[in-house]
T-cell receptor
Framework: AQKITQTQPGMFVQEKEAVTLDCTYD???????LFWYKQPSSGEMIFLIYQGSYDQQNATEGRYSLNFQKARKSANLVISASQLGDSAMYFCAMREALSSNQAGTALIFGKGTTLSVSS | DTEVTQTPKHLVMGMTNKKSLKCEQHMGHRAMYWYKQKAKKPPELMFV???????INESVPSRFSPECPNSSLLNLHLHALQPEDSALYLC????????????FGNGTRLTVT
């Protein structure tokens, strides 16, 4: 079984600063993908960024980037120039095969990190 | 705006009631999911439908009954729930291929009294 570990229950950052949210994973599959989601207090889960295990470059999406270190099995999310609206819970996730067919996969989430951005 | 629509947004039900949660997507996705989320915890997988067939049931109690009438709709029928079933229920959809992201609805906040 795959496993996602987020060791930071809470992180605090000031506006305009960069912040790194940690994620380590464990899998024996050579092909895998890692996802980051943001969940504000309103509850919706917002997809932020994806990194494939065979991707040559670290993924970037606007202010979000992934520091992907395959040998260390880590996929840390970097948020640059933090904004007040970035305050939310952030989840790292990985697809796990839960049945014998490829269609039987789903995202399994880490415990999450609560990010608080102050002015 | 989310492309996965869940109704109702909030639901309060007694332990003897029968209710249904509804989820709809029009992105052409052939995989749909139900997750349950307690406060300050990660979402926990309940069910996965792939091509309108149930492919994963994560040992969910029978008081939760999923249904996928067509490729755009997903229902979760609730009956004889317990107070500990109070949670945020999230629906999601995705392409079937392995590394496609899940797109979530805004969820239904369920309270069982």
């Amino acid at each position: 079984a795959q496993k996602i570990t987020q060791t930071q229950p809470g992180m605090f950052v000031q506006e305009k600063e960069a912040v790194t949210l940690d994620c380590t994973y464990d899998t024996s599959d050579p092909s895998y993908g890692l996802f980051w989601y943001k969940q504000p207090s309103s509850g919706e889960m917002i997809f932020l960024i994806y990194q494939g295990s065979y991707d040559q470059q670290n993924a970037t999406e606007g202010r979000y980037s992934l520091n992907f270190q395959k040998a260390r099995k880590s996929a840390n999310l970097v948020i640059s120039a933090s904004q007040l609206g970035d305050s939310a819970m952030y989840f790292c996730a990985m697809r796990e095969a839960l049945s014998s067919n490829q269609a039987g996969t789903a995202l399994i989430f880490g415990k999450g990190t609560t990010l608080s951005v102050s002015s | 705006d989310t492309e996965v629509t869940q109704t109702p947004k909030h639901l309060v039900m007694g332990m003897t009631n029968k209710k249904s949660l509804k989820c709809e997507q029009h992105m052409g996705h052939r995989a749909m999911y139900w997750y349950k989320q307690k406060a300050k915890k990660p979402p926990e997988l309940m069910f996965v439908y792939s091509y309108e067939k149930l492919s994963i049931n994560e040992s969910v109690p029978s008081r939760f009954s999923p249904e996928c009438p067509n490729s755009s709709l997903l229902n979760l029928h609730l009956h004889a729930l317990q107070p500990e079933d109070s949670a945020l229920y999230l629906c999601a959809s995705s392409q079937v291929y392995q590394n496609s992201p899940l797109h979530f609805g805004n969820g239904t906040r369920l309270t069982v009294t």
